[in-house]
């Protein structure tokens, strides 16, 4: 075996043995099945570590992130996979490549080891994982409180001058939810609505994200996606990125699907933004050029199998959360075109800061869920049905709450900051890994 195969082994073994201990299965179509490992769209045979039989029984339980842990289960499974060696393995690999690629995939080994820690928290095998080393893990930074003030004084102020005027804290709360049932997107007409946002953004991209990436990546499709409902989902909806469908020349179709949530509330100008996090140029165009990437022998192994509560998808998440700005060639919100677009932006904005803030309260200082489901309401401006799953399903969860709800904020204050810095014929190929994967912290390097 190659130096190179056999990194690709141990990162194979090491994503998707942690991911398979939490219950993931990431050739499952769906998000409600997937969860570390966030693609698999190399055409490599899948590693012992998800093909195992007892690989199967784990995920068919919901590994450690189940309610009821099946420990006979796990202890069968990591008797036949090395998960914890895996880990190491990838680990000392990493260090012993060192450079750009070395860094990336460090920062994904110590992401893994702390999910590891907290699977062994879960099980009663460990103490309890300090909340700061799980936040650093997965942002590169130790948490904070968010800091909403700034964004709701614009949000109260674009909200008067749509004919929604308020003077107290009820009183705003009460404008946004005023606002946005004039404005709910209409449950039978996502897929027309997610169509026509879809055309808008890619011609945004067209003009001002790809003239900025090199000539091999202009032409790939960047939203080749199908919207799905699911209903009773504890996400507001989930990405599943595919790319394993090919042409007759054997050409990926970097294919997606967007599963969103049947009960969600959400308005029109929020949809707009919700899209571009999700596809152009959010998450699928940065899947899709990931994949051109590796296909063009420009991205290791690495590239195909992206993994979440990592640096690198918080990064992601920062350039989903900065899409819809991308998309008009602007940096600020207050430059986009239409007041009903800055507020739909800005009320996603505070979206995330509630996520941030969800895991501050809860794991940082211990609040009861009540408390935090009514401090998210009130503070951030987010729906009752959002209130209540950022505080419980997302916030309480033994992983996602401690390590991926700060990864939000994380990201896209740091875009944010890098893209006010940086010109875009620099920070565009930057971000989208045109010099090689990068995460929050090693993107840096590039720059």
């Not at 987010?382 to 992983?399: I, N, Q, T």
Request: aromatic share 6%; hydrophobic share 45%; with cysteine.
């Amino acid at each position: 075996m190659t130096l190179e195969a056999s990194l690709d082994a141990a990162t194979a073994t090491a994503i998707l043995g942690v991911d398979t201990l939490w219950g993931g299965d990431v050739m499952n179509p769906s998000g409600v099945g997937r969860f570390i490992a966030d693609s698999w769209f190399s055409d490599r045979p899948l590693p012992p570590a998800y093909t195992h039989p007892a690989a199967a029984r784990l995920r068919a339980g919901g590994g450690v992130g189940g309610r009821e842990i099946d420990a006979a289960a796990v202890d069968a499974y990591l008797a036949a996979v090395d998960v914890p060696g895996g880990v190491r393995d990838l680990s000392a690999r990493a260090a012993a490549l060192g450079g750009l690629r070395g860094a990336y995939l460090a920062g994904v080994a110590e992401s893994l080891g702390i999910m590891l820690e907290l699977a062994q928290e879960r099980l009663g095998r460990g103490p309890a994982v300090p909340y700061e080393r799980c936040v650093q893990a997965s942002c590169g930074q130790p948490p904070e409180p968010s800091r909403p003030g700034e964004r709701r004084r614009r949000v109260a102020d674009l909200l008067a001058r749509a004919g929604h005027p308020s003077s107290t804290p009820d009183g705003l709360l009460a404008a946004v939810d005023a606002w946005r049932a004039a404005r709910l997107v209409p449950k039978r007409s996502i897929k027309q609505l997610g169509d026509a946002f879809i055309a808008q953004l890619e011609e945004g991209t067209r003009r001002h994200v790809a003239p900025h990436l090199p000539a091999a990546l202009r032409e790939i499709p960047r939203a080749n996606i199908r919207f799905l409902p699911i209903e009773d989902a504890w996400f507001s909806g989930s990405m599943n990125y595919v790319g394993r469908a090919r042409d007759a020349a054997g050409a990926p179709r970097y294919e997606a699907t967007y599963e969103l949530n049947a009960s969600l509330e959400i308005s029109v100008p929020e949809f707009a933004q919700l899209v571009s996090h999700e596809v152009v140029p959010g998450h699928v165009t940065t899947f899709a050029l990931a994949q051109a990437l590796h296909v063009q022998g420009k991205v290791g192994f690495e590239g195909t199998v992206l993994t979440m509560n990592t640096r690198g998808a918080a990064l992601s998440e920062g350039i989903a959360n900065n899409a819809l700005l991308m998309a008009f060639g602007v940096t600020e919100v207050e430059q986009l075109p239409d007041d009903d677009l800055q507020l739909g932006l800005l009320l996603a904005l505070l979206q995330d800061d509630a996520k941030n803030q969800s895991s501050w309260l809860t794991w940082g200082e211990g609040r009861p869920q009540a408390e935090v489901a009514a401090a998210l309401r009130a503070d951030y401006l987010v729906s009752a049905e959002r209130a209540d799953k950022l505080s419980g399903a997302w916030g309480r969860h033994p992983l996602l709450g401690r390590m991926y709800l700060p990864a939000y904020r994380a990201g896209t204050e740091k875009v944010a900051a890098l893209r006010r810095r940086h010109p875009p014929e620099r920070i565009i190929p930057a971000l989208y890994g045109v010099s090689g994967l990068v995460d929050l912290v090693t993107i840096d390097r590039v720059l």
